[in-house]
């Protein structure tokens, strides 16, 4: 590699131009008519996407340089080098991201969107001093359609720069989640939540499956949005909710999302009222089974983690919300030894996580598990691309369709800007991608074949509208905080 060469690459690579899409232009007048002959003899596609390298998470993990994806119809029909791919596909459009890794759109599996609103707003805290005295009551106050509106197309503005794709919720008003993220382009799977109390979207157990059957009903068959149910937690629903929900769940083959063993406190409740850890008393009512998606899996011990594989339950691993709520360091080695399928997930945003960067989950996962282990090791990082990517999918029963960047599958992808001085030089991609980045070197985020985020704009959603929004938002959370009158409205987005 001539000075010359790898100077021409960082110049090419640089923030300014890898925010722009390079568009092929049709053959011009002047070429040569065999040239003319050949490009129209080239299967025609929709986009062809060009990088230095492109991370496929296949079966054998291929890494592929100077790379490209040619996508057609909202999937993905090449896969391979940049002169395999152009030699074969002509499309309309051509994206290049010379300095860039290209790799599968992220799997966010846990999230609680609409919080995004509630950002920061009680920190430091226990997990029930948190959501007892300062979530639950600041919910009660404000959460309506339009807050859970708000702040689900914030939080896609967010998912969208930092290169996710696809994410679980568990959250009220689903239905408004389900709107938001049609509009904004991203793949969910959204659960109603259930509690044996009145939340803001149904009152009681019988208005809970009523619109969460209507809510499963609507979204039906829906190409990016898949409707789940989610009882909350062991210690906050009843045998007969979570019986209920899972046979609403098992009617329309739907997912179910629970927390499960957060947190040590919940282990003591559990076991001092059935007997039994959390996953135990779970799997003695019948409600464990493929369709589960347990989210945190902290105090989970080795007879559960038999339990969960031999039931075939996925996890969702939190790291960074277990750190910040001091709630432990999950058996995430472990779980995988035992069968257990892991993806990745980053929380709320609310106090357990302050945001929605799959970069930091993947870094923070491996290094809490070396941590753990007292094994370096463990937990390298293309098993954390993996978790992140198509783990995650197989968590959501979605691996068919997303996860890798493989033919065939739907062409969500993300371009990660490694021509900063942030990630240079850099000599394995995968070690670059989790060690190195965070969500900000995301140029480029694709779901269904259409470009949400193109490095400079995000295409689909109008953020200065959404920041004077959640302005609005945060003056009026404020004033009740304060105990003091509400304002009518606020002058823009807030600067902390």
Wanted: net charge neutral; aromatic share 6%.
């Amino acid at each position: 590699m001539t000075r010359r060469w790898l100077a021409a690459l960082l110049l090419a690579a640089s923030p300014a131009l890898l925010a722009a899409d390079a568009v092929s232009p049709s053959p011009g007048a002047g070429k040569a008519a065999a040239a003319k002959a050949a490009v129209h003899e080239k299967s025609r596609c929709d986009l062809i996407v060009t990088a230095a390298s492109v991370v496929t998470v296949d079966s054998a993990f291929r890494v592929v340089p100077d790379g490209a994806v040619a996508v057609k119809d909202g999937a993905i029909v090449a896969v391979g080098t940049r002169a395999e791919v152009t030699a074969k596909w002509a499309a309309r459009a051509t994206v290049s991201r010379p300095g860039a890794a290209l790799m599968p759109g992220l799997v966010n599996t846990h999230t609680h969107a609409a919080m995004s609103l509630l950002r920061g707003v009680a920190d430091d805290r226990p997990l029930m001093e948190w959501l007892e005295k300062s979530i639950f009551p600041a919910e009660g106050k404000n959460v309506s359609p339009k807050f859970v509106t708000d702040g689900t197309l914030l939080a896609a503005a967010e998912m969208i720069r930092g290169g996710t794709t696809t994410f679980a919720d568990m959250y009220y008003f689903e239905w408004d989640v389900a709107s938001a993220v049609e509009k904004s382009g991203l793949r969910g799977v959204l659960g109603e939540t259930w509690l044996d109390f009145p939340v803001a979207s149904h009152k009681d157990l019988p208005e809970s499956i009523r619109v969460t059957r209507a809510f499963l009903t609507k979204w039906k068959g829906h190409p990016r949005v898949t409707a789940a149910v989610a009882p909350h937690a062991p210690y906050t629903c009843s045998k007969e909710t979570l019986l209920a929900a899972k046979a609403l769940a098992d009617e329309f083959g739907a997912p179910l999302l629970i927390h499960l063993s957060e947190t040590r406190d919940e282990q003591k409740t559990i076991l001092g009222k059935y007997g039994a850890s959390p996953a135990s008393w779970l799997d003695s009512i019948g409600f464990l089974g493929p369709n589960v998606l347990a989210a945190h899996g902290v105090w989970l011990d080795a007879e559960d983690l038999k339990l969960l594989a031999a039931r075939k339950v996925k996890l969702s691993h939190n790291p960074e919300s277990n750190m910040k709520l001091g709630s432990g360091i999950a058996p995430v080695v472990a779980a995988m030894k035992a069968g257990v399928v892991v993806g990745l997930g980053t929380d709320g945003v609310a106090g357990s996580n302050n945001d929605l960067d799959m970069f930091d989950a993947m870094d923070f996962a491996g290094k809490l598990a070396k941590v753990q282990a007292l094994d370096p090791t463990v937990l390298p990082a293309r098993d954390l691309i993996r978790m992140a990517t198509i783990e995650g999918a197989r968590a959501l029963g979605m691996e068919a369709r997303i996860g890798s960047l493989e033919v065939g599958k739907r062409a969500d992808l993300v371009a990660v800007d490694l021509a900063t001085s942030r990630s240079q030089p850099w000599y394995d991609v995968t070690s670059a991608v989790v060690y190195s980045v965070k969500a900000s070197a995301v140029s480029l985020t694709v779901v269904d074949g259409k470009v949400l985020w193109d490095g400079r704009k995000v295409r689909t959603l109008d953020e200065a509208r959404l920041l004077l929004t959640a302005a609005e938002w945060r003056s009026k959370i404020a004033a009740q905080l304060a105990g003091g009158a509400e304002p009518a409205k606020a002058e823009g987005p807030v600067a902390r």
